[in-house]
């Protein structure tokens, strides 16, 4: 006669371990998922130790409690929370619901300290691309006047400025506005008069910021020998 085992079945997780399972699958301290669901770190360690009663809540709230918990984890809730009802109401059990793997990104395997260190790497390249365009919007714009030098003499009827700052800037010779390259470079004639010329050279930015820089040249008529 052939003798018959007894083959052991396995006993299904209860709601509570289930989740805690979970959480240590994702490697998610209690304290991150209290800040992740707005639930305290009490109430969360009563769900994984089936103490629902210290919840002192209905059973509606601990629904609730079991769908934050499960979506901070990036899961489907549906499955946990048939459990619960299942365990916990009374209804009887027909079957048991295999819970469904979490699909973990790349970025959630790393290790914690990595994601930390990657995640400030990004706010401080960002801040400083942030501060770089505030600096660049309240600062006023660069001018270099290249020629004539400051109380330039000279016998000739122009001169030429020459000179360059920011690209994208316009620049202004005695209030007309000239042509500078996309660089910023530019080279404008200016007509003298006989003594002292005062000529006026401004960069003007899109936001209203300028700066000015002042060139003196002074005519001299030519002598003629005779």
Known sequence: MTAFKK???????RICLALKQLRLQNEVSLSELS????????YLEALEECR???????ELYQKNFIKKYVKALGC???PYVKQFTREEAGYEETHVVPMPRCKKSYF??????????MIAGIVLVVSLWLGGQIKNTLEPPELVIVSPDEGHIT???SVTIRGYTDPEVGIFINGENIVSDEYGNFAESVDLNPGINAITIEAHKKHGK????????????RVVLR
């Open 108 to 117: 959630s395997n790393l290790p914690q300290t990595l994601r930390v260190g």
């Open 76 to 78: 489907n809730p549906t």
């Open 7 to 13: 083959k052991k079945l396995e006993t299904p997780k």
């Open 52 to 58: 629902f009663e210290d919840l002192k809540c209905s």
């Open 210 to 221: 300028i700066t000015e820089e002042m060139r003196h040249v002074i005519v001299k008529e």
């Open 35 to 42: 800040k992740k669901t707005k639930i305290s770190v009490e």
């Open 155 to 157: 016998d000739q009827s």
